[in-house]
């Protein structure tokens, strides 16, 4: 899904990366008047309708490229929620290379906006620690009711800091399953039996027929597959498999470091792309698998991904779980819109909010553009490319729908399974929880040492995680630096606030 600019932190970086720092808001971030909006607006809820309000601008910044038939999408949407709650919206993407130097100069130039996108591996207790979003709690209670039923309690809590809320997740799936994408065409070629493939070992035997067959395909492209290989084993600093609230040095752990050596070994084997330690950008590994110049990528996973991507890449894939789904606070904290301190209307903000979580209109809009011309209906639910339209030429490619408002409320594509948000709910039910779920780390007491063991994890953890190096010998020099960067610092301190967490709340 993107997760990318932090992946690197997955080594020893975890807790503090996936969960980030919480704090306070400042005075810039406190919550404003619930009897009017900061534009003099009175108060109403989405469902009250556009009565007695005035015109309003809603600015939507979030990641991706501004499609060729944005600006027609926007203004559809913009007639719509007219009646609704007297607003239009500005949608304002920004590519994913250049996000975070942008928005970073966005939040400290204080200009005005109203929603952003924001995740826990995407910085979002970093900027709730500096006071760039709004406490929501209250703008919940009094125009975003309907959301917290959508959601439930599991969402809501996970996404919370020390008990206040300052993004509204995706209603989307609640855990991740672990493994591969692969291209369809030559799972068939090869007759590879993937139904009952469950781990690494069994993909190994089906890369070694690719690698000896397929002199122009890569076996697996990126070093993605570590990344979440990590998340489906550790939730920050705590192992999957303990029973108890303790926090572990992954780099002293033999599971990880039996699985760093099986990356060296593929390595070796010539099953990575050429670019492996640098290729982590989820847009170049795609682009190889369209190109069919890659065979497997590894992903999180969750039902029907598959066919989310067929549809993305125009190329057939598969999917094959090597991980059961496993939900963290990250999950919780995984897609999220937040209101930032700037809006001059936080309460339109938040009717706006509501509405994606409530209205299949205007969602739909937003995921996947104009009726009859970026879509048609097939039933009352399903869609497809109109007459003449494919994924290459479509004029409004979903800027991605998982990270807006209720995704059970998204239309499917004609190619996927009916039944897949009933899929979602069981997926969302079954997985493991977390013993940690609902705990998020603040940096703020070691927060010199963090960034000083960021720079020691610049040095080494994309070149263990490709494969690209000896493990022992590295792992050894990772450690000296790490330690003297103040890492035990970090674990005694993570270890202090998960102690406080858990008496908090009576674990």
């Keep these: 899904?993107?997760?990318?600019?932090?992946?690197?932190?997955?080594?020893?970086?975890?807790?503090?990366?996936?969960?980030?720092?919480?704090?306070?808001?400042?005075?810039?971030?406190?919550?404003?008047?619930?009897?009017?909006?900061?534009?003099?607006?009175?108060?109403?809820?989405?469902?009250?309708?556009?009565?007695?309000?005035?015109?309003?601008?809603?600015?939507?910044?979030?990641?991706?490229?501004?499609?060729?038939?944005?600006?027609?999408?926007?203004?559809?949407?913009?007639?719509?929620?007219?009646?609704?709650?007297?607003?239009?919206?500005?949608?304002?993407?920004?590519?994913?290379?250049?996000?975070?130097?942008?928005?970073?100069?966005?939040?400290?130039?204080?200009?005005?906006?109203?929603?952003?996108?924001?995740?826990?591996?995407?910085?979002?207790?970093?900027?709730?620690?500096?006071?760039?979003?709004?406490?929501?709690?209250?703008l919940v209670a009094s125009h975003g009711k309907d959301i917290p039923q959508v959601l439930g309690d599991d969402f809501i809590k996970g996404a919370q800091i020390n008990g206040k809320l300052y993004g509204v997740p995706t209603k989307k799936e609640f855990a991740q399953g672990f493994g591969f994408l692969l291209n369809k065409d030559l799972v068939d070629k090869y007759n590879f039996d993937i139904s009952g493939v469950k781990t690494l070992e069994e993909m190994e035997e089906i890369f070694k027929t690719i690698k000896a067959n397929e002199p122009d395909v890569v076996p697996i492209v990126s070093n993605r597959f570590s990344n979440t290989w990590h998340a489906s084993n550790y939730d920050g600093k705590i192992s999957r498999d303990s029973k108890e609230l303790k926090v572990v040095d992954d780099l002293e752990d033999p599971k990880f470091i039996d699985f760093l050596k099986r990356m060296r070994q593929w390595n070796l084997n010539g099953w990575f792309d050429k670019d492996v330690v640098t290729s982590d950008d989820s847009d170049q590994a795609i682009n190889m698998i369209k190109a069919r110049k890659a065979f497997a990528i590894g992903q999180s996973l969750k039902p029907g991904k598959d066919k989310e991507m067929t549809v993305t890449t125009g190329v057939p894939l598969v999917q094959v779980e090597t991980a059961l789904p496993y939900t963290t606070t990250g999950e919780a904290q995984g897609a999220m819109l937040a209101i930032s301190r700037t809006s001059k209307d936080p309460e339109r903000a938040m009717m706006f909010l509501n509405l994606l979580y409530t209205d299949a209109k205007l969602l739909n809009m937003l995921d996947w553009g104009i009726e009859g011309k970026h879509y048609v209906k097939v039933s009352e639910n399903v869609i497809d490319y109109p007459e003449g339209v494919t994924a290459e030429s479509q004029g409004y490619p979903s800027p991605g729908g998982w990270m807006f408002g209720n995704q059970f409320n998204s239309y499917l594509w004609a190619n996927e399974d009916p039944d897949k948000w009933e899929q979602f709910s069981k997926f969302n039910d079954s997985a493991e929880r977390s013993i940690a779920l609902g705990f998020t780390f603040d940096e703020t007491p070691v927060k010199a040492e963090m960034a000083a063991i960021g720079n020691v994890e610049k040095e080494f953890g994309a070149v263990l995680r490709a494969g690209a190096v000896d493990v022992e010998e590295t792992i050894a020099k990772f450690k000296a630096k790490r330690d003297a960067a103040g890492y035990q610092k970090v674990l005694q301190e993570t270890q202090r606030q998960l102690d406080e967490w858990a008496k908090a709340n009576g674990k």
């Design 1 to 138: 899904m993107k997760k990318k600019l932090i992946a690197g932190g997955s080594l020893v970086l975890a807790t503090a990366l996936t969960l980030g720092a919480c704090g306070q808001s400042n005075d810039g971030g406190s919550q404003p008047s619930k009897e009017a909006g900061a534009s003099g607006t009175p108060s109403a809820s989405a469902s009250s309708g556009a009565a007695g309000l005035e015109p309003y601008k809603l600015t939507l910044v979030y990641p991706g490229s501004a499609q060729r038939d944005m600006a027609e999408v926007q203004e559809e949407m913009s007639k719509y929620l007219t009646e609704k709650i007297n607003a239009t919206v500005e949608l304002k993407p920004i590519d994913w290379g250049s996000w975070t130097d942008k928005t970073n100069l966005m939040k400290i130039s204080g200009e005005t906006f109203d929603l952003i996108f924001t995740a826990g591996w995407y910085g979002y207790a970093q900027d709730v620690s500096k006071g760039q979003f709004l406490e929501l709690n209250d």
